[in-house]
């Protein structure tokens, strides 16, 4: 038995000699891939303001109504605006998940504040808040610049800089407006917004979920924004 053993064992362990260096080799590659990976993720999430690379996006404009755009941490977050969040997610999100929402509810609380949540917030600019209005160098776009007052928030998104099967993306957990901002292309904005902030940061892709009930949602990231399930 004990001469099997060893023989076994030192066959094993000239088997095992190129299998170790192959693996090791391989381990090696695997681990440089995820520190390259790692180092992206915190270089993104380092970023104190990803809005600033894109001051065309600071400001949208529609059918009367002017918003104002900010970014923000989950662990810089004011108690009103925990609560103003908390708010809008139950009003949106609660009849999406029934009588999970309890549950679900604690989640998202837990989520808003972590240290790795970035966001995006909308406020309306007040009618009569003075505003100046300019023209980008490529002549497409207005930028309005409202120095003053940047009025109340109307929705936001949530989201961070995490690595998903094996690339790093920018990770949607929340978009989510107010009923009376909805339907005049402000989603469709920030999700532009969202993107070119995620290849600014090389992210490899925008990833989100969608509950399976939430028809319009499905319907306007994969009709509209074209993503795949
Ligand atoms: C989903 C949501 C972010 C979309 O934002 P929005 O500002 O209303 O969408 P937009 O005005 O930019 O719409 C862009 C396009 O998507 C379509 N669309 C948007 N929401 C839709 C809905 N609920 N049902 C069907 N189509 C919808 C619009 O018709 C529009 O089409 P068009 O470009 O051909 O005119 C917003 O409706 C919302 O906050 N909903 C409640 C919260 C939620 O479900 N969030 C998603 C889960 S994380």
Not at 180 to 188: E, H, N, P
Not at 201 to 205: F, H, K, P, V
């Given at each position: 038995m004990e001469c099997e053993?060893?023989?076994r064992s030192f066959r094993n362990y000239v088997d095992n000699k190129s299998?170790?260096?192959i693996v090791k080799t391989k381990r090696t590659e695997i681990l440089e891939k995820k520190?390259?990976?790692?180092?992206?993720?915190?270089?993104?999430?380092?970023?104190?303001?990803?809005?600033?690379?894109?001051?065309?996006?600071r400001f949208y404009s529609r059918h009367g109504m002017s918003m104002y755009l900010e970014s923000?941490?989950?662990?810089?977050?004011?108690?009103?605006?925990k609560k103003y969040i908390q708010n809008l997610l139950k009003v949106n999100m609660e009849r999406h998940y029934g009588s999970q929402w309890p549950l679900e509810e604690k989640v998202k609380r837990r989520e808003m504040a972590a240290p790795e949540a970035r966001y995006i917030f909308v406020y309306e600019v007040p009618n009569g808040s003075p505003c100046e209005t300019s023209k980008t160098s490529d002549g497409k776009r207005t930028i309005t610049n409202c120095l003053v007052d940047r009025g109340t928030m109307v929705g936001f998104a949530h989201f961070r800089f995490v690595r998903e099967e094996g690339i790093p993306v920018l990770y949607v957990y929340e978009l989510q407006l107010e009923a009376?901002?909805?339907?005049?292309?402000?989603?469709?904005?920030?999700?532009?917004?969202?993107?070119n902030i995620a290849q600014k940061?090389?992210?490899?892709?925008v990833m989100l979920t969608?509950?399976?009930?939430?028809?319009?949602?499905?319907?306007?990231y994969t009709s509209v924004l074209s993503f795949y399930p």
């Open positions: 053993g060893i023989s299998t170790d260096t520190k390259a990976i790692d180092d992206v993720i915190k270089a993104a999430s380092a970023h104190k303001d990803p809005l600033s690379a894109f001051p065309a996006f923000g941490r989950g662990d810089k977050l004011s108690a009103p605006v009376r901002v909805r339907g005049m292309g402000l989603g469709k904005f920030l999700m532009q917004l969202l993107e940061s090389d992210m490899g892709a969608v509950q399976k009930s939430n028809f319009g949602a499905i319907n306007f």
